[in-house]
C-alpha cells in the first residue's frame, strides 16, 4: 500500500509518502522562526503559514518518493488534537486531495502517531509495550496492547514536559523551540550545580510546573548577580534542569515497567530526542532489563511519516473515515 500522510497539528507543515512500512519521503516544513520571535507558537500565524505551505510540502513529499499522485492508494491525516486552525488546514487538504482522487481518507489521532512511530525502526516493539509519549503538548504513560488498545496510566496535570523545557529555555534566553537549546548547552553544564524539585503525583501522574516555578524563583533571588550567574553558569542550569525532567520521567518508567511487569518500554515524542533522557532510559533499561524502543530522530519530532503508519494500520484493520471526517482538537487516545 502506497500511503500519503498529512500532518498539520500544531506549527510544522509536514506530509511523507510510505510503501508498506518503507517510508519513501518525509517532508518537514517547520515555521519555528516565524514563531520564535513570539516566543511560543501564535496559531493565527501557524494556521496562515500552513495555508501557504500545504500544497509544496505535500508536492516535495512525492517527488521525494519519486511517485504521483496516481501512484497512491490512500490519504491519512491527523484530525485531533491540535490547534484547530492548524488541524483545519490539513484535514481541508486531504479531504479535497482525497476525494479529487478517489482515495480511501483515515483520520489518525496524533498520539497515536507518536505511539506507533517506534514501528517505524527495526525491530518494532512488541504488543504489550509501556510506552512514554513526552511531546511539547503531552506528557502521558501508556500501555499500549495489540488491536489499537491503549490505556492511560498517567498524565500531567499541568504543564507537559517539552512544554516546561520551552518556558525554562524562554526565562534563560534561549529562544524558541527550547529542548533542543537546553539539550546541547546541558551538554557543558553540571546536573548537580543546583537541586530542582522532583515532583512525582499518586500513580503515575506527573507536574512539572512547579519545576519550571523553581527555576523562576531561583534567577529572581539572583538579583542582581542574575545576569552575572547567567554568563557563568546558564549551562549548570540547563544541566540542572534537565536532570530533573530526566530523573522524574525515568523514575516514573521504571516503576511502571517493574510494576506493570513490562518487558518493553518505548519513549516517543518531541522530548525523546533529548540527549540525556536517551542515555538514561537505555542506562535503566540495562540495569532493570527491559528492552527499550526510541523513535530515529526523525520521527521524535511532530512529522507526518508516523501519521501514515499509523494511518495504514487502522486502514488494515478496515477503518476508513466518512466524508464527515471533522477535526477533534482535544481528542484523547
Ligand atoms: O512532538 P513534538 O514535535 O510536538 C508536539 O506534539 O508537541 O514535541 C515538541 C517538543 C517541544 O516542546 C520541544 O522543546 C521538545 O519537544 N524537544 C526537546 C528536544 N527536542 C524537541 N526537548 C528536550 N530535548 C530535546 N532534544
Ligand atoms: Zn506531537
Redesign the pocket.
Given at each position: 500500500m502506497t500511503i500519503l500522510g498529512i500532518e498539520t497539528?500544531?506549527d510544522?507543515t509536514a506530509a511523507a509518502v510510505l510503501v508498506d512500512a518503507d517510508v519513501r519521503s518525509n517532508v518537514i516544513s517547520s515555521q519555528h522562526d516565524i514563531h520564535a520571535e513570539f516566543g511560543g507558537v501564535v496559531p493565527e500565524l501557524a494556521s496562515r503559514n500552513h495555508q501557504r505551505l500545504i500544497v509544496p510540502v505535500v508536492q516535495q513529499a512525492l517527488r521525494d518518493a519519486d511517485c504521483t499522485a496516481d501512484d497512491l492508494d490512500a490519504v491519512a491525516v491527523t484530525y485531533g488534537p491540535g490547534l484547530p486552525g492548524s488541524l483545519m488546514v490539513g484535514l481541508t487538504f486531504a479531504k479535497a486531495f482525497a476525494r479529487g482522487r478517489n482515495l480511501p481518507l483515515v483520520g489518525v489521532n496524533?498520539l497515536e502517531g507518536?505511539l506507533y512511530s517506534v514501528d517505524l525502526s527495526s525491530p518494532a516493539p512488541p504488543r504489550p509495550y509501556l510506552c512514554l509519549v513526552v511531546?511539547?503538548?503531552?506528557t502521558e504513560l501508556v500501555r499500549v496492547g495489540p488491536n489499537f488498545e491503549h490505556s492511560v496510566l498517567g498524565a500531567t496535570r499541568d504543564d507537559?514536559a517539552?512544554?516546561a523545557?520551552?518556558k525554562v529555555a524562554q526565562l534563560l534566553d534561549l529562544g524558541y523551540?527550547?529542548?533542543?537549546a537546553?539539550?546541547r548547552l546541558a551538554k557543558m553544564g553540571d546536573p548537580a550545580f543546583h537541586d530542582f524539585p522532583r515532583s512525582r503525583l499518586d500513580e503515575y501522574d506527573f507536574s512539572f510546573s512547579g519545576l519550571k516555578t523553581s527555576v523562576l524563583y531561583y534567577l529572581r533571588d539572583l538579583g542582581e548577580e542574575k545576569e552575572d550567574v547567567l554568563k557563568d553558569h546558564r549551562a549548570d542550569i540547563c544541566a540542572s534542569f534537565q536532570q530533573a525532567v530526566v530523573d522524574v520521567l525515568v523514575g516514573a518508567v521504571r516503576d511502571a515497567a517493574r510494576e506493570t511487569g513490562a518487558e518493553h518500554v518505548a519513549i516517543v515524542?518531541?522530548?525523546s530526542?533529548?540527549?540525556a533522557l536517551r542515555a538514561a532510559i537505555e542506562e535503566a533499561a540495562d540495569e532493570d532489563g527491559f528492552e527499550v524502543y526510541m523513535p530515529e530522530m526523525a520521527y521524535?519530532?511532530?512529522n507526518a511519516a508516523m501519521i501514515a503508519r499509523a494511518g495504514a494500520m487502522h486502514l488494515q484493520a478496515g477503518h476508513a473515515a466518512g466524508a464527515t471526517l471533522d477535526i477533534q482538537p482535544r481528542l484523547r487516545l
Open positions: 497539528s500544531c510544522d496524533h507518536h511531546s511539547g503538548g503531552h507537559a517539552g512544554e523545557f520551552d523551540p527550547g529542548g533542543p537546553i539539550d515524542g518531541g522530548v530526542a533529548n540527549s521524535c519530532m511532530d
